[in-house]
C-alpha cells in the first residue's frame, strides 16, 4: 500500500485546482495554480505541463516540490511534498495525463509539453479551523459552502 490513500484521491479529484510550489533559482518561492494534477498512483501525483514553463524551470534546477489540494466546499486537503520528475512524449506518465487532458477539454485545446510525475514522500491534512474550534461536521461545512458559493449540494 502507497503514501496516498482513498480519502486523498478523492479530495484530488473533487478539487479541480491545485497549487503547485516550487523553488526559483534565487531562492524565492514559486505558487502555481494547476488544473491537471491527478493521482498517478499509490505514490505518484502528475500534471501536465500546458501553461507552466516558470515551474518547470524550477524543477529542472530544484525537483523539489508542494502540491496544495483543498476541496472548497468540504474546507479540507492535504498537502503533498515529494520530488518531480519530468517526462515527454513516449513516456507512459506522459501518454496517461495527454489522455486525461483530451478526455477532458479535448484536441487540440491545450498543449502537453510534458508531464511532472512527482513522487509523494510526506502527506499533511490541510483542516479548516471550524473543524478544530468550530466543532463543524463535513455535512454541515459542505451545505454551508455550497450556499455560499450558490452551488448545489450533493
Same mark, same amino acid.
Given at each position: 500500500?502507497?503514501?496516498?490513500?482513498?480519502?486523498?484521491?478523492?479530495?484530488?479529484?473533487?478539487?479541480?485546482?491545485?497549487?503547485?510550489?516550487? @523553488?526559483? =533559482?534565487?531562492?524565492? &518561492?514559486?505558487?502555481?495554480p494547476?488544473?491537471?494534477?491527478?493521482?498517478?498512483?499509490?505514490?505518484?501525483?502528475? *500534471?501536465?505541463?500546458?501553461?507552466?514553463?516558470n515551474?518547470?524551470?524550477? #524543477?529542472? $534546477?530544484? &525537483?523539489?516540490?508542494?502540491?496544495?489540494?483543498?476541496? *472548497?466546499? #468540504?474546507?479540507?486537503?492535504?498537502?503533498?511534498?515529494?520530488?518531480? =520528475?519530468?517526462?515527454?512524449?513516449? /513516456?507512459?506518465?506522459?501518454?496517461?495525463?495527454?489522455?486525461?487532458v483530451?478526455?477532458?477539454?479535448?484536441?487540440?485545446?491545450?498543449?502537453? $509539453?510534458?508531464?511532472?510525475?512527482?513522487?509523494?514522500?510526506?502527506? #499533511? &491534512?490541510?483542516?479548516?479551523?471550524?473543524?478544530? *474550534?468550530?466543532? /463543524?461536521? =463535513?455535512?454541515?461545512?459542505?451545505?454551508?459552502?455550497? /450556499?455560499?458559493?450558490?452551488?448545489?449540494? @450533493?
Amino acid at each position: 500500500m502507497g503514501i496516498i490513500t482513498e480519502d486523498m484521491r478523492q479530495i484530488v479529484t473533487s478539487a479541480k485546482l491545485a497549487f503547485v510550489a516550487t @523553488v526559483c =533559482e534565487d531562492g524565492s &518561492p514559486n505558487l502555481s495554480p494547476k488544473g491537471s494534477v491527478r493521482v498517478y498512483d499509490d505514490d505518484h501525483l502528475v *500534471f501536465m505541463n500546458m501553461a507552466s514553463p516558470n515551474t518547470v524551470e524550477n #524543477l529542472r $534546477h530544484n &525537483p523539489r516540490v508542494e502540491v496544495n489540494v483543498i476541496d *472548497f466546499l #468540504l474546507r479540507r486537503g492535504y498537502r503533498f511534498k515529494g520530488t518531480a =520528475e519530468i517526462h515527454g512524449e513516449g /513516456a507512459p506518465v506522459y501518454d496517461w495525463s495527454r489522455q486525461w487532458v483530451l478526455n477532458t477539454h479535448g484536441d487540440p485545446i491545450y498543449p502537453c $509539453h510534458e508531464a511532472v510525475l512527482i513522487r509523494v514522500d510526506r502527506v #499533511l &491534512p490541510v483542516d479548516s479551523p471550524a473543524y478544530t *474550534f468550530g466543532h /463543524a461536521n =463535513e455535512d454541515d461545512l459542505k451545505r454551508e459552502w455550497a /450556499a455560499n458559493y450558490g452551488v448545489a449540494y @450533493v
